[in-house]
T-cell receptor, first 115, second 111 residues
Framework: GAGVSQSPSNKVTEKGKDVELRCDPI?????LYWYRQSLGQGLEFLIY????????KSGLPSDRFSAERTGGSVSTLTIQRTQQEDSAVYLC?????????????FGPGTRLLVL | RKEVEQDPGPFNVPEGATVAFNCTYS??????FFWYRQDCRKEPKLLMS???SGNEDGRFTAQLNRASQYISLLIRDSKLSDSATYLC????????????FGSGTRLSIRP
């Protein structure tokens, strides 16, 4: 079947605007993860979902960031009042279950540039 | 101290060479270990899981040393296509949020 898909692939926005990033996980995967990767840096964990609930939101950088998942499938990551330091690649991954031993399958990412 | 540390490299080696990198982790309770590969401007993809007894997949060998808290990746007979960043990943069965990605080691294979 299809892999993880993300949209848009690229987003350029002006400082202060809100953006919404979408992730469509692999069908049947109950766990979904959001990461952020700045240029030349490692992956920064943001949040994960088990089904529609997010047990751990501690990775979200600020209250401008929020995420939701509906129907145990698609997830959206919303960044309000974007700042230039939000510029990064936002990666979504899914796995069959949410234990720390599961292989994660990544989407191609959304490249966000805040001007 | 970072939870998962890797030498960022770059490692620049000739085709056919053997290259090895290590990754150290700070949480002694960590239970799952992986190597992912990330090509330039692409998403990470699982290369191999790392098992306690060590495991091999073709030219790739992964080892775990729990006493010293490090994992290693050995690549034999390196190919040009092995050029990528290799991410060390350490996890805990109890929670998916405890999966930590290292910053990666960049490998460049020259002809």
């Amino acid at each position: 079947g299809a892999g993880v898909s993300q949209s848009p692939s690229n987003k350029v926005t002006e400082k202060g605007k809100d953006v919404e990033l979408r992730c469509d996980p692999i069908s049947g995967h109950t766990a979904l993860y959001w990461y952020r990767q700045s240029l030349g840096q490692g992956l920064e964990f943001l949040i994960y979902f088990q089904g529609n609930s997010a047990p751990d939101k501690s990775g979200l950088p600020s209250d401008r960031f929020s995420a939701e998942r509906t129907g145990g499938s698609v997830s959206t990551l919303t960044i309000q009042r974007t700042q230039q330091e939000d510029s990064a690649v936002y990666l979504c991954a899914s796995s069959l279950r949410s234990s720390g031993s599961e292989t994660q399958y990544f989407g191609p990412g959304t490249r966000l540039l805040v001007l | 101290r970072k939870e998962v540390e890797q030498d960022p490299g770059p490692f620049n080696v000739p085709e056919g060479a053997t290259v090895a990198f290590n990754c150290t982790y700070s949480n002694s309770a960590s239970q799952s270990f992986f190597w992912y590969r990330q090509d330039c401007r692409k998403e990470p993809k699982l290369l191999m899981s790392v098992y306690s007894s060590g495991n091999e997949d073709g030219r790739f060998t992964a080892q775990l040393n729990r006493a010293s808290q490090y994992i290693s990746l050995l690549i034999r007979d390196s190919k040009l296509s092995d050029s990528a960043t290799y991410l060390c990943v350490v996890g805990d069965y109890s929670s998916a949020s405890k999966i930590i990605f290292g910053s990666g080691t960049r490998l460049s294979i020259r002809p």
